[in-house]
Structure formats: C-alpha cells, structure tokens
C-alpha cells in the first residue's frame, strides 16, 4: 500500500511528459485568404446603360421591343482572389480561383489573342479558339442588341461570378438536350413531318452572338503592340543613360567639354580652318588635265 502511494506522489523535480500527438492535428488546414466583400460593398461595380423602343406595328404583332444595352463591368480582387494552403507554419501556397468567361467573352478574347500572335514562339502555343479564358480583376464592357439576352443581364447582376457559371452550364445543358431531342426527331418523323417547322430553340442558343464582352486590358493590347519593336528599345536607352547619370559619367563628361571650350584650343582650331578656307576662295587651283582654249 505504501509503494503505491509513493508512485502516486509526483516528483517536481522530474520534467512533464506532452500527451501523445493527435492524428487530427497533423493534418494541415485549409486556410482561406481573400478580400472580405463587405468591407466596401456599397462600392458600385457595374453600371449599364439601356434604352428600347417599340413601333405600332412591333406592338400590334405582338413582337417584343428592340433594345441596347452597354454595360461597364469592374472585377473586384475578392471575386477572382487567392485560396492558400498552409503547408509548414506560415508559408502558404496561393492559387486563384477561375471563372470561365461566358461565350461572348471567350470569342473575343479569342479574337485578341490571335492579333497578337506574332513571333515563333507565340505560333507554338495552343490555338486560341481551343483555349478557356477566366475572369480576371479589371474593367469589362459588355454590349448586347439582344432583348432576351438584356433581360438576362439584369438577373445575372444579382449573381456572383461562381452562380454565373453555374447558371451558363444549366443553359449548355438545356440546349444540348434539345438539339439532341430536335434530331432524334426529325430523323424518326415521316418525311410530310419533317417538312412542317420545328419547335423553336431556346431564346439563349444565340443570344451571345448578339453581344460582346470586351476585357479593356485585352482590348488594348493589339493596340500597343505594333509600337513594342520600335519603342522597345527606348527602355534599355533611358536605363544606360540612367546610369552614366548615376555613375557620374555624364557630369565628368560635361566638365571635360566645357573645359575644352574655356581653352583656346577651339578658337584656334576655327581660325586656321576660316584662313584655309579663304586662301581656297581667292586662288582656286586650277584644273589639272582640263582645256584651256575653253
């Protein structure tokens, strides 16, 4: 009995033993860093600007009104931001999220990126109508002539990016089950069927063709880029001359000159060239090997 109250006693002396580590806390978290969209979000990130009309005989056929639309669209970092990781302590590994653009924005920048494909090692990169182009953090126009499309903005206004994807493959889905459904029929039906006018496609399955989502950072590019070859070089210029002016090479080399302009090295130099010159107008030499009856 008396053993077993000394091994029950604790010794102060002796060090304390950590309890064995949890499976749990080894596993590293998921930490996420982005830009909290309250802080700002009465920040205004997109304004459009739309107008229709309508003429007597639209309204008397029941045909919907026409419209325009442009839109001036800004992409906050906390839409596009950064997921990051933490692998050991406080070192973090960042990806950013991506967001496909919808198909009238991955046409243009299609079309973008083809006019700056210039040098060989551009033509070995990937076509860039097989490419995905996302979001990223800037300014984007959209413009569309499309009355449903417009309509469809509007609701699309109050989603974020991810529930705009989500909403775009929901029609991708819709579409290609009713191009599949249109086929199966007509292939089926007799031939006086076929001939009768289908049932019409969904108002979204060309709706993009009438509008246009221009990235302004992309949009500019080809602009700038015919000057590149020529005002390329003006960089490495400006830093050379940068830094003979930070060296002090150009200051010696202005004392240098204004040095020799304050002896009387120039001046004397000017006088024998102004004497020759005169000797040379007052006896010209004469013409070696010319007539002389002439």
Excluded at 56 to 74: D, E, V, Y
Aim: hydrophobic share 30%.
């Amino acid at each position: 009995m008396s053993s077993d109250a000394q091994r029950s006693q604790v010794n102060p002396n002796e060090p304390k033993q950590d309890p064995p580590p949890v499976l749990w806390n080894k596993i590293p978290p998921l930490v996420r860093f982005t830009q909290s969209p309250n802080k700002g979000s009465e920040q205004i990130d997109e304004r459009c600007f739309t107008y229709c009309w309508q003429t007597a005989g639209g309204r008397a056929a029941h045909r919907p009104p026409i419209c325009r639309s442009t839109c001036l669209r800004r992409v906050l970092p906390h839409e596009v931001g950064q997921i990051a990781f933490r692998s050991n302590g406080q070192q973090l590994e960042a990806g950013e999220r991506k967001y496909p653009l919808p198909p009238e924005g991955q046409r243009l920048m299609a079309y973008f990126s083809s006019l700056i494909r210039q040098s060989e090692e551009d033509a070995a990169r990937p076509d860039p109508e097989s490419r995905k182009y996302h979001w990223e953090e800037g300014y984007y126009l959209w413009t569309s002539k499309n009355t449903y499309g417009i309509a469809d903005k509007f609701g699309m206004m109050q989603k974020s990016l991810e529930e705009q994807v989500a909403a775009q493959h929901r029609k991708e889905e819709v579409l290609r089950k009713w191009q599949h459904v249109d086929e199966e029929l007509i292939r089926r039906a007799d031939p006086v069927t076929r001939s009768l006018p289908g049932k019409g496609k969904p108002w979204f399955a060309d709706s993009h063709n009438d509008a246009m989502l221009i990235p302004l950072s992309h949009a500019l590019t080809p602009l700038t880029a015919p000057f590149q070859n020529v005002l390329g070089p003006m960089e490495k210029t400006v830093g050379l001359m940068r830094e003979n002016f930070e060296s002090g090479a150009t200051q010696r080399l202005a004392g240098q000159i204004l040095e020799k302009l304050q002896s009387p090295e120039p001046y004397q130099i000017a006088r024998d060239a102004a004497v020759e010159m005169w000797k040379l107008l007052m006896n010209p030499p004469d013409d070696e090997g010319g007539d002389s009856s002439i």
